[in-house]
């Protein structure tokens, strides 16, 4: 019996569910048809058949499998698969997620024991919140990729630290010009707006007032966060470091127009602040454009 799923369909599906649920698409001239109400209507219906599909591109990504297979097995158990980009992702001919584990895989120290330490929400209506853990892992890649490989960074030796649960941490250990390095990376995320608004993806975030103050404090509670885990870390490791360094990785969709006020909040804060564990802030909206804070 041939499959009642094929790629085609299934990425008109993600298309269409996209479309449907971005009005700002919609707005710049995207339009939701009756082939990607088809596509979304087959993938439901033949909801085993799509999730067969999935699981069999992994075989085309050596390092996306070897990393994430137990994750997006999980997920497919859960609600609003069609919104999550890393799931579609796995439809592209090109997939620069395996492309970057590929070329980080051996040389970060602990990389592969990272996706052991990682656990989904088990409840089928938690797909949204394993779609932030998905976005929080290839943040870390990205950022792992750009140390490494970006000439004007040049980092090496890095580790990824894997502790118990019950251990403080940081995210890697690293050095660069003789210093040992503590990084902690990462994001500004929806739920980090306590009071205030995320823009949706595709939306700039600065075409009103009141975004403006809402990143602030998501900036400063986020800095406030980072410095007293990197104490904890040095204290749990009797030691510090030569640098203890933040990286925050933005997202360029929504953050397109803002990378100015977002560098100018992070320098303020670590100039006024005078944070006793951070000692540089390095702000990266895209591999060739980032700020680095001292």
């Known amino acids: 019996m041939p499959p009642l799923m094929s ?29 990607h109400a088809g596509a ?13 599909l999935i699981l069999s591109t992994l075989e085309e990504w050596a390092f996306t499998k070897l990393y994430f297979q137990p994750l997006i097995e999980v997920r497919l158990l859960q609600n609003a698969i069609l919104a999550s980009g890393f799931i579609g992702g796995l439809l592209s001919d ?77 995210d890697l250990l690293a050095k660069r010009d003789s210093q040992e390095y503590a990084i902690e990376i990462t994001r500004i995320r929806r739920r980090d707006f306590i009071g205030g608004t995320l823009p949706g993806m595709y939306e700039k975030a600065f075409n009103i ?20 885990q990197l104490k904890k870390f040095c204290a749990s490791e009797g030691r510090t470091y030569d640098k203890k360094v933040v990286i925050i990785k933005t997202s360029q969709e929504e953050y397109q127009d803002g990378s100015e006020v977002v560098r100018q909040e992070a320098e303020a804060l670590l100039h006024t602040h005078r944070y006793s564990y951070i000692d540089e802030i390095l702000l990266v909206y895209d591999t060739e454009n980032f700020d680095w804070i001292t």
């Open 94 to 170: 090109h997939n620069p997620t395996e492309e970057r584990l590929k070329r980080i895989h051996h040389k970060v120290k602990n990389l592969s024991s990272m996706s052991g330490e990682i656990n989904l929400p088990e409840d089928i209506e938690a797909g949204e919140e394993s779609d932030e853990v998905f976005l929080d892992i290839w943040n870390e890649l990205f950022v792992m990729d750009l140390l490494l490989h970006n000439s004007r960074l040049a980092f090496s030796d890095l580790e990824k630290v894997i502790r118990r649960k019950d251990l403080s941490k940081v």
């Open 209 to 228: 007032p009141d975004n403006k103050s809402s990143l602030q404090n998501a900036m400063r509670n986020k800095l406030n966060s980072k410095n007293q």
């Open 7 to 35: 790629k085609s369909v299934a990425k008109k599906a993600f298309e269409g569910a996209l479309i449907r649920q971005h009005p700002e698409l919609r707005a710049s001239g995207a339009v939701f048809t009756d082939e």
């Open 40 to 52: 979304i209507n087959s993938v439901i219906a033949y909801y085993d058949d799509f999730c067969h």
